[in-house]
């Protein structure tokens, strides 16, 4: 339902394509298991926000997913110039009360990525 209302929001006002609907994307499909498509929706949102923390954690977690491990230490070692005290386990800090499971498929991703514990 998430994917069908961003990608109609985007629709509506293609040029103002905010990087909150991009990672809402990215972050939709990566929970999903469709890693290769949430990467692109991360890298787009990368690319335009070379400073967004969600861009980079979520594509380093699809990347690592999607078996695509340079990508993923790429992404990892961006996140951490971005933010040096980021660690896996304080994920939650940035994110809203997620399910259990969705939080540890992230955190897998993350670790995966070569981001500290």
């Known amino acids: ?20 609907r991009r990672s809402g994307l990215a972050h939709a499909h990566f929970f999903l ?8 929706w991360a890298e787009g949102h990368a690319r335009d926000n070379p400073k967004a923390h969600p861009a980079f954690r979520i594509a380093a ?4 997913l999607a078996g695509k491990m ?16 980021f660690r896996v386990s304080r994920l939650e800090d940035h994110l809203g009360p997620w399910p259990h499971e969705f939080l540890e498929k992230y955190k897998q991703g993350l670790r995966l990525a070569g981001l500290p514990e």
């Open 1 to 20: 339902m998430a994917i069908e209302h961003l990608s109609r929001s985007i629709r509506h006002d293609p040029l103002g394509i905010a990087g909150g």
């Open 33 to 40: 298991d469709r890693y290769e498509e949430a990467l692109q």
């Open 61 to 64: 977690a699809s990347a690592a």
């Open 70 to 85: 340079d990508q993923a230490q790429s992404f990892a070692a961006v996140l951490k110039q971005i933010d040096p005290a």
